[in-house]
């Protein structure tokens, strides 16, 4: 307060004046300081998350308030708009809640403000309130259809068949967007991806399935799953212009002289064709390939006046050609290397004069280009050189750099010795080093007349080489050399002054031939390579027939008979002709083997347009006589048996053993399983009473019925650049099966077998695949029976039989008097115990199969508990019986296991084990046993512990006997129990 020095009136004036100001000061700061802590009360804003499934807020930050002073919250309302939130005052905190549960999807956020109430009922200042909803995965994503149904053509691959779309009702992308489709059946050849695009994964096939149902579902991106729902795609068959009705094997019996029919159920479907009719030309070409087979085809000699008019220098059987290596048959194969070679005798041929008179060479023989390094090296069919003192040439036959060269040195005597003459012939011709038989006639009328004859055709060079193919190089005639004589060899070059044959011939040679004083004529040539197999054409269609437009109907053939072309104007006339397409083998010991068969269909309209059909690939399988070789075939093993032919004949015994099933799971056979890892081929062969051994084999047939579905199926070589660069043997695989072809080892082509790997994508198209395998040798003249290995693929849901009933007594005794065909094996007896060979023993899968695989078991359900039924009686009885049952088997078991103990199981990778041969007598001693499953098998429990472990590839049929509460259960039955449950 101040004071003033003041009179009166005038100083009291003043007081109560500066009193007045001193009030409306004090009133103004208690004013302030109200003010100030009202703001203060709450922040500016807050912010607040709730979940959908829940009522209250996280506030941040706390509404924090004194409660001394601030009683209550209010919250304000905005005009047109809900605000679902209540808000309490809770030890000095205002607590925010939702008066319902909220929906993301209906409102994500809210907005409002919020003030405290002062006790006095004063309001604090505002504060923004900023709530947002957090999404709950509470919905999973929908379709918008119920289901989608479409259809596609047969054949092709889609980049999109269709697409499905499924949506999400929750409000946030986690949980909100659709991030993934899945197709649930994984074993159909259909793919999606992440936007529900659908399209196949390989042609589909209307014969396979006409419908494709898919189970479809959509996941958001948590990946909630959705339901499922299905996708129908069904498979529209397009009609596809071809041949149906053809034959995949056609077979064929050696030895018979009668026609084959090939397609006596050709049908052609033309679906809609883009011409008329009448403008409609079918053009069909049926070829017979048959280089693959012995010496290009089977060719028949014996009405040929040819034999009497040639002399053979490379006979089987004489005196200078044993040492030679060769292969038996009707037509025996001699094989050179380079440094093999043979001399005639002078007996036959006595120094013969080639360059003064008229001769002809006859030679069959296959060269081995690959073998040889140096191009320039000659390799000699026929040499005549000189016998003693020089080396010099006289007549030669021989191969250089893939040109056939004959040559021919004028004597001195025949003219001056100063002028040239042709005395060299150089023709360049494929066949020489295409490693295929071929059959050459040279024949030489003069010195300056050489005709070449190949496979009976007379060469005729082109115009464009006409002088210099065959390039002729002339030469003097040789010197004189009195008192020298000519030596005449065959396969190589006599060289006197080194006293040794050289320029040996690489490759096989069949027979080598000469007509001496004359040349063979154009039909004795032509009656020597005539094929003796070929297609016989068909009847020119009859006028009679209302459909047939007989008219514009051609058939033609060519020279020799293996290709035939047939035309027509409507279906009709086009299947006749087909269907009366035959083929023939008139030669009396035929070659045993394949024959493929080609057909190719070309449509023409009148307006230059044509299609051509895809072409037809099938074979023909010439068989063994059926009267000439008996042919035994044990469980497991395939021989060929020669006991029965003619004792003059020594024919070779080609002997294949291994197991005749195997079963595999689902797993084992989509990664490919080893087929035939177990096969052995022993060959062997009794020549002058002794028994010898052959180790070479021309060519392995393996055959898979039904043919392979490429789409899924395949058959491939494990490790094929390793065996290739070792090997001679040339696959060929197809969807008919594997084709080995070439001249090598016996071991060589069991490492080829075993190394064949199937795998099947699908396993369950086919649960049964039979592969049948066959060999042959001596080109082709000898052939093993055919060996057949049953591949079983086991349903993931088969289970073993598994019984905890009790058996009766009458129930053993029915067990132990199975007596069936599939429970049937062959055991090799050797010194009183089983062999325990792992390629000559049956595999013990075949007992299971029928109890593992359900579709098997014939009998009806009722059977079965019949079964189960009688063993439920006479429980006292029972376990005496089997109890006495069993110690006597433990007894048989420990008295097995010792003696199993004593034998060495053979390894796969080990070789195949000698067949013994006493006089050709192939296993005769063989005895089949039918074994009862419960007094053999219990010994493998028993003896388990001293056996040495056998290979994976074993397995062994168990009946584990287990006491368990004084009563004997059955925890394992595996045999064919086909006849147990028979009333």
Known sequence: ????????????????????????????????????????????????????????????????????????????????????????????????????????????????????????????????????????????????????????????????????????????????????????NNDEPFSIDNEGSIKNTEPLSHKASHNHILSVVAYDCAMKESAAIMVSIKVRRVCETKYSGMPERIDYTSGSTESLQLFPNARLDLCDISCKNEDLRIHSSIALKTKHISFGCDRDISNCTLSQKVKDLLPHGAEWTKELSYDEGVEPIFHFDGSTGVVVPATVIEHYDFSSQAFSILTLFRHNSQGVNNKHVKEHIVCSADDHKMNRHHMALFVRNCRLIFLLRKNFNEGDLNIFSPAEWRWKI????????????????????????????????????????????????????????????????????????????????????????????????????????????????????????YANTQIKENIEMNEIYIAAKNKHDIEQLMRKVQYINIKQKPTVGRRNIEVRTTLTCNNESSLRLPPIETYIMVNEPIASLGIDIDVGSTSLETSDLSPQLNFPKIAISGTSNKLVSYQEIKLGVHILEKTCINSLSKNNGKLEEKNHLDSCTVVVFPSLNPDHEDIQIDGDESLSSSMDIKTNINKDGVEMIGKDTISNYINVLRSLVYSNKKPAYYLNRVFKLSCAQQSSQYKSGEYTLTLTVLHPKQTLFKSTNVLSSPSLSKVNSISNTNTETTFHLNSGSINSNDNQSTDSKVYSYSLL?????????????????????????????????????????????????????????????????????????????????????VTSDASSESENSESEDDEEISLALVLKDGFTHINQLEWDNSNIFQQ
């Open 430 to 549: 494929p066949e020489v080093c295409d490693n295929e038989w071929h059959h050459y006639v040279l024949s030489v009328e003069d010195p300056s007349k050489v005709d070449l004859f190949i496979d009976g055709v007379r060469f005729e060079n082109s115009i464009e080489d006409r002088h210099s193919n065959p390039e002729v190089i002339d030469d003097w005639p040789l010197h004189a050399a009195h008192g020298v004589n000519t030596s005449l060899a065959i396969g190589a070059c006599y060289q006197s002054l080194e006293n040794r044959l050289k320029h040996g011939f690489n490759g096989d040679i069949s027979e080598v031939k000469v007509s001496l004083n004359s040349v063979l004529t154009a039909e004795d040539i032509k009656c020597g390579t005539t094929c003796a197999e070929h297609l016989l054409p068909p009847k020119p269609l009859q006028s009679n027939d209302e459909k047939s437009d």
């Open 1 to 184: 307060m101040t004071f003033h020095k003041c009179f009166g009136l005038v100083c009291i004036v003043v007081m109560l004046g500066e009193l007045l100001v001193a009030g409306v000061v004090t009133s103004s700061e208690i004013d302030d300081e109200y003010l100030t802590q009202k703001e203060i009360i709450l922040e500016k804003s807050y912010h607040g998350l709730i979940r959908e499934n829940e009522t209250l807020v996280e506030i941040t930050p706390l509404i924090k308030v004194n409660e001394e002073k601030i009683c209550n919250f209010h919250i304000l309302k905005k005009p047109y708009h809900e605000i679902p939130f209540e808000i309490e005052l809770v030890n000095n905190l205002g607590i925010l809640k939702a008066r319902r549960l909220l929906n993301c999807e209906n409102r994500k956020s809210y907005h409002f403000e919020i003030v405290a109430v002062y006790c006095d009922g004063t309001p604090s200042n505002t504060a923004n309130v900023h709530i947002t909803v957090i999404d709950v995965n509470e919905y999973a994503p929908t379709f918008l259809e119920p289901s989608y149904v479409t259809e596609v053509d047969e054949g092709r691959l889609y980049n999109e068949i269709l697409r499905v779309e499924a949506s999400d009702k929750d409000c946030t992308p986690l949980f909100g967007d659709v991030c993934k489709y899945e197709i649930l």
């Open 853 to 937: 695989h359900t579709n098997n078991v014939q009998e009806p359900k009722s059977h079965i508990h019949s079964f189960v039924h009688k063993a439920e009686g006479s429980h006292a009885t029972m376990l005496i019986i089997l109890v006495s049952v069993f110690l006597a088997v433990l007894l048989c078991g420990v008295s097995i296991a010792r003696l199993k103990n004593s034998q060495k199981y053979i390894e796969r990778h080990q070789p195949c084990p000698k067949i013994s041969d006493d006089g050709l007598v192939w296993d005769d001693s063989a005895l089949t046993i039918t074994i009862n499953p419960i007094q053999t098998d």
